[in-house]
């Protein structure tokens, strides 16, 4: 039986139209469906909408129309765009569909039934934005942290799950299974969510106050909780408890960001435990994208509209920036300028040009097609090595839903190619009448070119599909295995009319921002310039980081080449000139300063994320080291 692989994104609120955080997750999350896809397992991908509530009667009536008539006109529009981006989802769920709702009382009733529901009084601080309440300490300077806004101040008699009761069990279960929560900094943040009581969990709206929701089953008079309900949709979708297919595919990875960390980290597996459904597999946690490093959300009113986007650079470039700029669990900052830096650098020249100049050379010496019996010498085999290795790379940080990473280890192999292409220079075979070899080279190259295409469908399903069919193979990705073609570079059927050429990615215009204008100054104001504003000295993100490992630059005399834990999944390599001032063995241990949202580099063919401080002094040079017990990752501010 093949492996399955079911993935989740958040159900979005119908409160506002769909933008670039919310495409970004979605796209996120059917990349990883089709990775799993290319490795031959079978999967379920959901997303859909979460209708119920507060904040969603609020919009409706804004715009004068009754909560169905607005949810149906803004659900269409999440449901339609998926398509536009090349989203592949098997299900589009609404939490006002009706099996849904009955899902929801038939969990309810399990959950009351066994003793976890009791009726009790509350008065608390509710923030509409955020459709939940908060305790006096959540708030900020007595403002919702998230809005900005004060809360109200609500007194009510309720419904209650008795969360509390799952709180010790939740704590071990996170602790027992570290792969749960990811990335490892969202897991800490859990954990130390969970050394303070939970309490429990309102769970019930009464009808007085709000009608759009599903009614408790064991009371007429309340609705549930849009939280509660909506963390059903999870099960709801896949025909919990009885459907072939929730047996299939239960239990779930859950896609989130950072914003909806506690409904899912701690209200959903409580509630899956109480009602004795298998607790979620997984749940990955993304940052956030933010503009100008702003947040953006609906309520600031600095969205991006990723239809415009789309249009400008094509799904495909659009896709590819969002997976290969937000590294996982970091924040993002969007803008265009990246993006067309990144679509030149990578995909134009890169990649694009890679498979243009093979095709092209391939026709010219070939007329478009090569023979396969082939003998390989060492140089081949060294790149077919490098690129299983970049390959397998590549799969294990997919795997973990890394990736940007992904695509970066796949970056190393096209430019490997691309420098192999450089060193054998096949033009001056051509001119040595060296067809043999010329002929190997070529085949080579067009093997390498087929895993390179296969392993961006995940992130780029059109441009791949045009690049395989324009080798000759037309993917049946349920019928495929990547890891037998990351293991196999030997044998492979060619097309024998290989296109003349192939224009993916024609480069994009860098648009050129305007400078402010300088204006003649005062000795007062070039004095000022050398000031910087606080809000950039506060872009720069200094954490500790504990050097893990240490040795020499195998290129370069003066640069020690380090591994660095900074509380991540994985350590940094950081390339750091201080080779004259220190032996390798005594940094490790030390728990360094470190620069860490540096954009990564390489430095003499070694990549570097991030950039360890030291002290100038008049003999030398001090690494900027801390002493202690710290934890890896904390901020220095
Ligand atoms: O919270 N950057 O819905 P929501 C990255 N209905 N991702 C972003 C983002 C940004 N700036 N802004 C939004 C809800 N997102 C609930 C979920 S699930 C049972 C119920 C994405 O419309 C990201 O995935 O506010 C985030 O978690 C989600 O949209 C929140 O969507």
Same mark, same amino acid.
């Given at each position: 039986m093949k492996k399955t692989f079911y993935v989740t994104t958040p159900i979005y609120y119908v409160n506002a139209k769909p933008h670039l955080g919310h495409a970004y997750t979605t796209i996120f999350a059917d990349t990883i469906c089709r990775f799993h896809k290319l490795m031959g397992e079978e999967t379920f991908f959901l997303t859909g909408t979460d209708e119920h509530g507060d904040k969603i009667v609020q919009a409706a009536e804004s715009q004068g129309k009754s909560p169905q008539e607005y949810v149906d006109e803004i659900s269409s529009l999440f449901k339609n765009l998926w398509p536009e981006l090349d989203i592949e989802n098997d299900k589009f769920i609404r939490t006002t569909d009706p099996y849904h709702k009955e899902c929801v009382q038939r969990f309810l009733q399990i959950v009351y039934d066994k003793g976890d529901i009791y009726f009790g009084e509350y008065g608390g601080y509710y923030c509409f934005g955020c459709e939940r309440f908060y305790t006096e300490k959540e708030l900020v300077d007595g403002m919702c942290p998230d809005h900005k806004k004060p809360p109200t101040y609500i007194h009510e008699e309720n419904y209650f799950f008795r969360m509390s009761k799952y709180q010790d069990w939740l704590r071990e279960y996170i602790n027992d299974n570290p !792969? $749960? @929560?990811? =990335?490892e900094p969202y897991r800490k943040e859990v954990l130390s969510m969970l050394k303070e009581p939970i309490g429990d969990l309102c769970i019930s709206r009464p009808k007085k106050r709000l009608t759009w929701g599903i009614e408790m089953p064991f009371d007429k008079n309340f609705v549930t909780y849009v939280w509660f309900d909506a963390l059903i949709n999870y099960l709801s979708a896949i025909g919990w408890p009885d459907s072939e297919e929730f047996k299939k595919f239960w239990p779930a990875y859950h896609i989130i960001a950072k914003d909806i960390l506690k409904p899912h980290a701690i209200f959903w597996p409580t509630m899956l435990k109480s009602a004795g459904v298998e607790i979620y597999k997984g749940l990955r946690v993304h940052g956030y994208w933010k503009v100008d490093e702003t947040k953006m959300s609906k309520s600031l009113g600095n969205v991006v509209d990723p239809l415009s986007l789309k249009d400008k650079y094509g799904v495909d470039g659009f896709r590819y920036f969002l997976m290969r700029e937000m590294h996982f669990g970091h924040d993002g900052n969007f803008s265009e300028k990246n993006m067309i830096e990144r679509f030149n650098a990578d995909l134009a020249n890169d990649i694009g040009n890679l498979f243009n100049r093979t095709l092209s050379m391939i026709n010219k010496y070939f007329k478009g097609k090569l023979k396969s019996q082939i003998s390989f010498e060492d140089m081949d085999k060294e790149l077919i090595l490098l690129g299983k290795r970049s390959l397998n790379n590549y799969i294990t940080s997919f795997e973990s839903f890394n990736s940007a990473e992904g695509l970066e280890n796949l970056m190393i192999f096209v430019r490997a190619v691309n420098k192999y292409i450089d060193s054998v220079a096949p033009w001056t075979l051509f001119k040595n009448k060296d067809l043999d070899r010329l002929n190997t080279v070529l085949w080579v190259v067009l093997i390498c070119l087929r895993k390179i295409a296969l392993a961006l469908w995940p992130v780029m399903p059109s441009s791949s599909e045009k690049m395989l069919n324009a080798i000759g193979l037309a993917l !049946?990705?349920?019928? $495929?295995d990547f890891k037998r073609e990351v293991d196999d570079f030997s044998t492979w059927e060619i097309s024998d009319n290989l296109p003349k050429n192939l224009n993916l990615f024609p480069r994009k215009e860098v648009f050129k921002e305007e400078k402010p204008k300088k204006e003649a100054k005062s000795s007062k104001n070039e004095e000022q310039e050398s000031y910087i504003d606080f809000d950039v000295f506060q872009k720069v993100d200094l954490r500790v980081g504990k050097v893990l490992d240490a040795a020499k630059h195998p290129n370069a005399d003066k640069l020690l080449c380090l591994k660095v834990d900074l509380g991540e999944q994985k350590p940094r390599s950081v390339v750091a000139g201080i080779a004259k001032y220190y032996k =390798?063995?005594?940094? @490790?241990?030390k728990n360094v300063v470190m620069v860490a949202n540096l954009k990564p580099r390489k430095l003499r063919g070694e990549i570097s994320e991030g950039m360890v401080l030291a002290v100038h002094k008049k003999d030398g040079l001090q690494v900027l080291a801390i002493d202690g017990e710290i934890d890896p990752g904390s901020k220095i501010s």
């Open positions: !792969d $749960f @929560i990811q =990335p !049946d990705v349920k019928s $495929f =390798p063995d005594e940094l @490790i241990g």
